[in-house]
């Protein structure tokens, strides 16, 4: 998962200690993802050792198909559209990357792709992507596109989202975030630009009793299948596949629905 609204995650002043040629991180939990649904929510309450609850899913998201609001201007005519280009100064100043990040700046490509959003609308997403994956990746969304696999909101991660405390509603695709792997030492895919999360909330990461996000334990029932559920077999599955990633929901433990990823961690 990506940014905001999960746990704690690599605090710029970490990414400050960290080396020029920067060692494995400290252990991070996971970050989800993040713009808040339309209706605010507060953060979640803390366990006793600081990590935010899981509790029950709101009546409202039970059955998320939130509207999309634009960030990006559509696509002019519905089609689908793609554009793979060097990360612009300003894009790459309100994301995550820092000189200590394992990839360099210029090694990420900036990814704009056409999806269709829960509202029936064609959108405009974005993403920072590893050069050597970038024009595939785009490839995979034309493929969902194709499909009508729907898509809430795709954004570049920012530190603030990050970084906030967590509300457990995020639910943006997105692919860069500067920060560890999982409660490990070592930096997870995100950071080199690497992975992708797809529509985290109806794909929630689960490890045990952690569901990430907190919010989303409705969509642990597979059975009950809702619009954005990533499901095996199907069109986004077989998109990331012929790209050569691999699904984290074939993962046993933990087991990550809304994950593909180059390196297959």
């Given amino acids: 998962m990506l940014g905001r609204g999960v746990v704690l995650s690599l605090t710029a002043a970490a990414l400050a200690a960290c080396a020029p040629a920067p060692a494995a991180p400290a252990p991070v939990p996971a970050v989800a993802t993040a713009a808040p649904s339309p209706t605010p929510r507060p953060p979640l309450p803390l366990d006793g050792d600081g990590t935010p609850q899981v509790l029950p899913t709101p009546p409202d998201l039970v059955d998320r198909r939130l509207p999309t609001v634009d960030e990006l201007p559509p696509p002019a005519d519905g089609t689908f559209t793609s554009t793979v280009s060097p990360v612009p100064p300003d894009v790459l100043a ?31 997403g974005e993403l920072l992507l590893n050069a ?13 596109w194709d499909a009508g696999f729907p898509i809430e909101r795709m954004r570049i991660t920012s530190v603030a989202e990050r970084d906030a405390p967590a509300t457990g509603d995020g639910n943006t695709t997105g692919a860069f975030v500067c920060r560890a792997a999982r409660g490990l030492t070592r930096w997870s895919a995100h950071a080199y630009g690497l992975a992708v999360d797809v529509d985290p909330f109806q794909n929630p990461y689960r490890n045990g009793e952690r569901v990430l996000p907190e919010l989303a334990s409705a969509y642990l029932d597979r059975a ?36 593909f990823s180059a390196t297959g961690d």
């Fill in 224 to 259: 009950n299948v809702r619009p954005g559920m990533i499901r095996p077999g199907d069109a986004a599955v077989r998109a990331f596949a012929r790209i050569g990633f691999t699904w984290g929901g074939t993962w046993r433990s933990p087991v990550d629905l809304q994950h």
């Fill in 94 to 124: 309100r994301s995550t990357w820092a000189p200590q990040c394992p990839v360099a700046a210029t090694d990420l490509r900036y990814v704009t792709v056409a999806f269709h959003g829960f509202d029936g609308r064609p959108h405009t």
């Fill in 132 to 144: 050597s994956v970038a024009e595939k990746v785009a490839g995979a969304f034309h493929s969902l």
